[in-house]
């Protein structure tokens, strides 16, 4: 996988971008749940009310707050407030008094407002006024007629009607059993105490004429506006964040669709043999689609679901520590789930990538070797094998599936499981006044989240290796060395050897194979004459003209172009110069004219005319409808065998090159057009080297030069009546093709 990192360069600054936006969407994500047990805990339980000190607070209820703190609060309050007095006086005479009478209309003569604190202060002071309000309620419990009561009591304190009693309160309580309920005001965790405060404050500031109500309405409105900001600019963050991860994946696919077929396309016969065809399609498609998807998803997923899976720890442990163990628990069974389903799905990935090579390759050699097959009536042996293939894949596939489909409901059965335990288990906290009823409904929230975030992880392990797989895949042929390589510094034609071929004690040995092709191969073809190669099939023809084209390199020996080492020229330079009609003539989907210009795209009409005329391909080619504008299938479908090597033929000389190789060009046309055609061409390229190879004496009986092979080895060379005489396989080939009188003419 990270043998592809390289092609990641042009979308770093994209994929950076992405990052950081999902950073912002696991920011928004983890803070919703905060900002629900807000709105539960202070908007609706505390009234919409934050701060257990009040802004402001009448006289009396400054003396009931102290009245129950100890000394060191009674400091710290004290030092908290500020008394404005003679408020009612002060009304008329500056704004002060009319803004002070504004908010709190139904203030007395003094009041203290709270001075400008940070917010360490704050949180003191806050724990200060919890600390008097539990104290109140605990003294309230000791008294021996005092009712049972709880904070529910507490909701609609009416504080004008308490005050009057507090001297009575304080009388009948022992200075110790004060202290007591002291003590255990201060045992209570600090939610509650805010709780508690929050409550009294309310009550402070209902006495002083505030609308509680409307600051209850103003809280919850503030914080669930803030809420839908933050959902919005997640969901913002996520939609940019798919954008730019789609395109850079996408991106990523095209440009190493590119860089595989170009690597392909300079691939020789041996890395070839190396790939199959059809893994080098399924590498160029399916492979690539992997990679796609994993960069799609995969990155999203790799980045987002730590970033949930610890913030979301970090923060459902600070709602509720004592629950963490449930989070501890769920993950160890998710990590188990998750680690008993790779153990059994991973393995079979890369079987599947092996098993799509093999059905591709079984179906292209069904669509291409269809007419073999109808013809000895093996559809139904075929059908066999590509359901063979089909099925082994499905049946693989189908497993994969399977172990999958239980990670949804194993999650699902987990996750109600872990909502449920949290509900049982914060419930008791909750009723013993150890949670808070917002802070468990976010933990259960973070719960989810750190759950999801482990599901998205296993997601990940299954297609992190499934995309390693193809993207190494894909690295193996982008880092295929290719055997034939241009030179470093390519030499140039030697102008005065111009059309000569010669090959100088070539050997040849096929990768893998046991035996050399050819061995120690000497001859020169020199311009302006034929010089023909002839031999059994397999004694290694074929061979001779690739490696003067350099489709592959000699084990030994040299082979010269014009003067220089195919290997130390150019391919393009060395292929320019040499016209070559393949074996098997092959045509490109196109016109009959884009292919006779295949080598020399501004070749005129006339140019392509000659050609057609000299390869005898004329007349058929004026006998279609449109002319040289006929449309040419896939393969050459449409033209017949000879038809297609006439045009093989045509499309070599209308290159116009200096040497011409014929692989067995000839052997599917007829006698008469074979003769018609050699006639031509010693007419039109007398001045070229010709090199043809060729099966039937007839074809090559005028050439200057005759190379004979046999198993790689030249057997005889000379002219057709000198081998007749020296070389018995000649002498074997020739009298098995020719009749008695042509032989005798010869031998007299
Ligand atoms: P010809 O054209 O004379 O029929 P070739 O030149 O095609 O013969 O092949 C010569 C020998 O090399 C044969 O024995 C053949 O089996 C072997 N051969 C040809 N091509 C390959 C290849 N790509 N890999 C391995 N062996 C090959
Ligand atoms: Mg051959």
Same mark, same amino acid.
């Given at each position: 996988m990270l043998k592809l990192k390289g092609y990641l360069k042009p979308f770093a600054g994209g994929l950076l971008l992405a990052i950081a936006l999902l950073f912002l969407q696991a920011i928004c994500d983890l803070s919703l749940p905060n900002y629900m047990s807000d709105i539960v805990n202070v908007g609706i339980q505390q009234g &919409?009310? *934050?701060?257990?000190?009040?802004d402001a607070i009448s006289e009396e209820g400054m003396a009931f707050i102290t009245m129950f703190s100890d000394d060191a609060e009674r400091t710290l309050v004290g030092g908290a407030y500020k008394l404005i007095p003679n408020l009612i006086a002060s009304k008329n005479e500056d704004g002060t008094g009319r803004m002070y009478d504004s908010r709190?209309?139904?203030?007395?003569e003094n009041l203290f407002i709270r001075k400008q604190l940070d917010t360490e202060e704050r949180a003191a002071l806050d724990r200060a006024f919890g600390l008097s309000a539990w104290t109140f309620i605990n003294a309230l419990q000791e008294?021996?007629?005092?009712? *049972?009561?709880?904070?529910a009591d507490m909701q609609d304190l009416d504080l004008k009607q308490l005050y009057p009693y507090l001297p009575l309160l304080t009388m009948a309580l022992e200075p110790d059993a004060l202290q007591a309920a002291h003590d255990k005001a201060a045992a209570q965790p600090e939610p509650i105490l805010a709780q508690a405060g929050a409550l009294f404050a309310k009550a402070f500031y209902a006495e002083l004429g505030v609308d509680t109500t409307r600051m209850q309405t103003m809280y919850l409105l503030r914080i669930g506006g803030l809420m839908l900001a933050i959902a919005l600019l997640g969901g913002v963050a996520t939609v940019l964040v798919g954008l730019i991860s789609s395109r850079a994946a996408a991106g990523l696919a095209r440009n190493l669709r590119h860089q595989v077929f170009a690597k392909i396309e300079g691939f020789s016969q041996t890395e070839f043999g190396r790939f199959s065809t059809a893994s080098l399609i399924t590498r160029c498609t399916n492979d690539i689609t992997q990679v796609q998807m994993f960069m799609n998803m995969g990155i999203r997923m790799l980045c987002y679901a730590p970033l949930m899976g610890i913030g979301g720890v970090i923060m459902a442990v600070n709602k509720a520590?004592?629950?963490?163990w449930i989070i501890v628990l769920a993950v160890v069974i998710v990590v188990g789930i998750i680690l008993v389903i790779l153990a059994l799905a991973l393995p079979r990935f890369k079987l599947i990538q092996k098993l799509t090579d093999r059905l591709n390759l079984v179906s292209r050699e069904n669509l291409s070797g269809m007419m073999v097959i109808r013809a000895f009536g093996a559809e139904a042996h075929e059908a066999r094998r590509f359901d063979a293939a089909n099925l082994e894949l499905s049946r693989v596939n189908l497993f994969i599936q399977r172990v999958m489909a239980f990670i949804g409901p194993m999650m699902m059965l987990l996750m109600n499981g872990v909502m449920l335990t949290v509900i049982w288990v914060g419930a008791h906290q909750i009723s013993q006044s150890a949670l808070q009823v917002g802070d468990m409904m976010a933990f259960m929230q973070y719960a989810m989240q750190i759950l999801m975030s482990f599901m998205m992880i296993a997601i990940i392990f299954v297609v992190v290796p499934r995309a390693a797989v193809s993207a190494e895949r894909i690295a193996e042929v982008l880092y295929t060395e290719q055997t034939i390589r241009d030179p470093q510094a390519p030499h140039a034609f030697d102008p005065a050897r111009r059309g000569v071929v010669e090959f100088r004690n070539v050997s040849v040995r096929y990768a &893998?194979?046991?035996?050399?092709?050819?061995?120690g191969l000497s001859f020169t073809a020199l311009p302006g004459q034929t010089t023909a190669i002839i031999g059994?099939?397999? %004694? &290694?023809k074929s061979t001779v003209a690739h490696l003067a084209l350099r489709f592959f390199d000699a084990t030994q020996g040299q082979v010269l172009v014009n003067g220089a080492d195919? $290997? *130390?020229?150019?391919q393009k330079n060395l292929r320019d110069t040499i016209g070559f009609v393949p074996q098997k003539g092959v045509l490109l989907s196109g016109t009959v004219a884009s292919n006779l210009t295949y &080598? $020399?795209? *501004?070749?005129s009409t006339e140019e392509q005319r000659a050609a057609a005329s000299i390869a005898q391909a004329l007349d058929f080619i004026e006998d279609?409808?449109?002319?040289?504008e006929s449309e040419i299938a896939q393969g050459g479908a449409n033209v017949s065998g000879g038809q297609k090597q006439r045009l093989s033929i045509a499309r070599a000389l209308v290159k116009d090159p200096d040497i011409l190789i014929f692989d067995? %060009?000839?052997?599917?046309?007829d006698f008469k057009t074979d003769a018609a055609l050699r006639k031509a061409l010693r007419e039109h390229a007398a001045d070229s080297t010709v090199l043809v190879i060729a099966q039937r004496v007839g074809t090559i009986l005028h050439a200057d030069q005759i190379v004979v092979l046999d198993a790689g080895q030249i057997v005889g060379m000379g002219t057709h009546s000198e081998l007749l005489k020296t070389c018995p396989l000649y002498f074997e080939i020739a009298s098995s093709q020719l009749s008695k009188d042509e032989l005798g003419e010869e031998l007299a």
């Open positions: &919409g009310i *934050e701060h257990a000190a009040p709190y209309p139904q203030a007395g008294l021996p007629f005092a009712a *049972e009561s709880n904070m520590v004592s629950m963490s &893998g194979a046991e035996e050399d092709a050819l061995h059994p099939t397999g %004694s &290694g195919v $290997r *130390e020229v150019t &080598g $020399r795209s *501004e070749a279609k409808p449109e002319g040289f067995d %060009s000839f052997s599917a046309l």
